[in-house]
């Protein structure tokens, strides 16, 4: 059984976490300069799509406010948080507004994603993440790194990342980025005729002791990194491909 609100739907095991986030996303939205946040709208509503869909902002403040109360940011001390691909900003908003430390990573030409990055005063670099390519130096670390509806994997291309892409990045991120016992939290978007992940992808996912669902990978804990990986690894694995999920 599920319930909707507009294009989002959630399962009855999410009330009690919808409930709140919807109570948590009116407060973060009171505290938002709705004056600027009109004009930065007004600047870019002739960009198309990639602009337009995050022009809902109580959507996307409940849908974020969702993925940190799912975290547990709603609850205990200030934490460091590195959002990658950050786009508009609204999870980074949700976790500020939370009272933690955050920080952006996303490409540094796109106006409409610095003008909201602006207008929620967060610190964002700008960098284009590609494949066995290391993120900038930050000369700091995280207690939770996260990455939602993942663009930069490839997606929809002939290039989409197989396990060592992936085991490149996650060990870049383990060694240089995460603190010990910090959470890495991946949402990935479907891929056509895949599903969220290849059955490669899955199994090199599952060697490193993650939880998956709902299109979305979890590396929470003090997990050392992996060794070398090789492609025989998740060959041996047997995993089925595709998540469990029901939303992205």
Known sequence: MVFSTTRLQYSVADLSNFLRARTLAGKADAAIDQERFRQVIASHSSEGYDSYKYFDKQLWLRSKMMRAIELGLDKGSSRAVLDLGCGAGYFLYCCKHLGHDVHGIDLPTYEFYRDMIALFGIPRTGFRIEPRKNLPILDKRFDVITAHQI????????????????????????????????????EFNAEPEIGFYTKEVRGYFESRATRIFRGRVIIAGDIKPSPAFTPSETAASGLAAGGLATRT
């Open 151 to 186: 663009c930069f994997n490839g997606h929809k291309t002939e290039n989409l990342w197989g396990p060592e892409e992936w085991d490149y990045f996650l060990n870049d991120l383990q060694k240089n980025y995460l603190k010990p016992g910090g959470t890495i939290a991946l």
